[in-house]
């Protein structure tokens, strides 16, 4: 003979029985609790969908997107979808189709800095290969922004060796602007004794902004140059190095008197230590 349900089991039962038979869980269970009994699969398989998907939109933009004319009449790609690190590879893909012209190939290097993602080491590579003046300045400008610091330096230390002089002054200017600049100022002090003074003026202007103490007497040699703007970025980069020992300078003198007014301009403010 079965035993009767007591009321204080009958009751639960009842609800849990209407619960399943007559509503869907959106309408009548709280939605903390639907979140907690979905399945794990479901959250995890969506997530990397959309992630595909994004990834595809911007394999796509980036394969067709093209480059505008800048202010300075070059071209640039500004669109902001490429402000990602996640485009930095596929810019780079482009980059080595060979199906782009120089400028363009030019404007997609530019635009690789803009990612803030890891392309120092490919662009390395590509240093190694390019026959293109034009494209081999650009990758060693992009260095100066490029987080991977190893590569950068790499990058840097062969564009100061590139047969091009314009390589070779955009890779002093970037070594300049680094924070682990330097590391390469054995290759601008050599810099110094190039024939071409663009290349001596960025080299010093670079040893300057990297306070390069061990410079401090190659720099020196150049107060006495034939060349104004070399002259010029000398005064500056001893006074930054070591304003004390650049105000004791016997060359001030001479150079307070110089034809150029920057140059006499600058000597003033070495003398005062104002650098």
Do not use: C, H, W, Y
């Given at each position: 003979m079965s035993r009767p349900i007591s009321l204080a089991l009958a009751l639960p039962l009842a609800i849990a029985t209407t619960a399943c038979t007559d509503s869907s869980p959106s309408e009548s269970v709280p939605e903390t609790i639907v979140a907690k009994t979905a399945p794990a699969e479901t959250e995890q398989a969506t997530a990397p969908q959309a992630s595909n998907v994004a990834s595809a939109e911007l394999a796509e933009l980036v394969r067709t997107i093209q480059p505008q004319k800048a202010r300075n009449g070059g071209l640039r790609f500004s669109d902001a979808k490429l402000v990602q690190a996640s485009a930095a590879p596929l810019l780079l893909e482009r980059l080595q189709s060979g199906n782009e012209s120089e400028e363009v190939r030019r404007a997609l290097v530019l635009a690789l800095p803009g990612t803030?993602?890891?392309y120092a080491a490919d662009a390395v590579q590509l240093l190694r290969t390019e026959r293109s003046e034009v494209l081999r300045a650009a990758?060693?400008?992009?260095?100066?922004?490029?987080?991977?610091?190893a590569a950068a330096l790499e990058g840097l230390?062969?564009?100061?060796?590139?047969?091009?002089?314009?390589?070779?002054?955009?890779?002093?200017f970037a070594i300049g602007r680094r924070a682990d600049g330097l590391a390469l100022a054995d290759s601008l002090v050599a810099a110094?004794?190039?024939?071409?003074?663009?290349?001596?003026a960025t080299a010093t202007r670079a040893l300057g902004n990297l306070a390069a103490a061990d410079?401090?007497?190659?720099?020196?040699?150049?107060?006495?140059?034939?060349?104004?703007?070399?002259?010029?970025?000398?005064?500056?980069?001893?006074?930054?190095?070591?304003?004390a020992r650049a105000a004791k300078?016997?060359?001030?003198?001479?150079?307070?008197?110089?034809?150029?007014?920057?140059?006499?301009?600058?000597?003033t403010k070495v003398a005062a230590k104002s650098y």
């Open positions: 803030q993602g890891k990758l060693v400008g992009s260095m100066r922004l490029a987080n991977d610091s230390a062969l564009g100061m060796e590139d047969s091009a002089t314009s390589v070779r002054v955009r890779a002093a110094l004794a190039d024939k071409s003074t663009e290349l001596q410079a401090f007497d190659k720099v020196a040699a150049l107060l006495a140059s034939g060349d104004a703007q070399v002259r010029l970025e000398a005064l500056r980069a001893l006074g930054r190095i070591d304003a300078r016997p060359e001030l003198t001479k150079l307070s008197q110089d034809s150029d007014e920057r140059i006499r301009t600058a000597a």
